[in-house]
């Protein structure tokens, strides 16, 4: 199939249709430059947003591709990208972000929306979580746990635990030096929190 696909281009640009251009090796046709829209291009480009979507949470050392973002917008972006990892964020979820964001940094309603919506923006942009880890590995011991302790409260929340988001906490804990035991305990302490308690009997 590839072979095939070769052999189509090599013909086009012997026939002047398809061209190589500048020393990039951009390839391009009578019309301008091919985009990464072009067919030549769309199983390439399938491949690669799967594999860095895998990657962002299982990937190796991580390196970086972005400014870094301070502290309060990083935290922000990673629990909204906590919450959709399963699939999509809940109402119940982003309510807790909500809380979680104006109970910790002290802020009003109006600071806490323009901060999620920052953050929503800088989540989609990102190929990885080292431009939020980055400033985050700086912080103290305690502020560094406060911040596992939001993402596993955003997990628990609704009363269900996906092993993506086990997965998210575990690698973001990793890279901001948060121990394993200390994120089992912090684990455990939110879903005790969430968990009702058996009932009494008469």
């Given at each position: 199939m590839r072979s095939?696909?070769?052999?189509?281009?090599?013909?086009?640009r012997q026939a002047g249709k398809i061209r190589v251009t500048g020393a990039t090796g951009r390839l391009s046709g009578p019309h301008g430059l091919l985009g990464s829209s072009h067919p030549l291009f769309?199983?390439?480009k399938d491949r690669s947003s799967v594999f860095e979507a895998i990657s962002r949470l299982f990937g190796g050392p991580e390196k970086a591709?972005?400014?870094?973002?301070e502290p309060r917008l990083a935290v922000a972006a990673l629990l909204i990208h906590l919450a959709a990892v399963d699939g999509a964020a809940s109402a119940v979820e982003t309510a807790a972000i909500a809380r979680a964001l104006r109970d910790h940094y002290g802020l009003d309603d109006g600071e806490v929306k323009r901060l999620i919506a920052e953050a929503?923006?800088?989540d989609r942009?990102?190929?990885?979580?080292?431009q939020f880890t980055t400033q985050l590995a700086r912080l103290s011991d305690?502020?560094?746990a406060e911040i596992v302790r939001m993402m596993w409260q955003v997990v628990f929340v609704d009363d269900t635990n996906h092993e993506l988001e086990d997965n998210m906490v575990w690698r973001v804990a990793e890279l901001i030096g948060v121990s394993t035991r200390q994120r089992t305990l912090l684990r455990n302490e939110a879903r005790r929190a969430t968990t009702p308690p058996d009932p009494v009997g008469d």
């Open positions: 095939g696909r070769l052999r189509a281009v090599a013909a086009k769309s199983r390439r591709t972005g400014a870094a973002a929503r923006r800088r942009e990102a190929v990885d979580f080292y305690a502020e560094k």
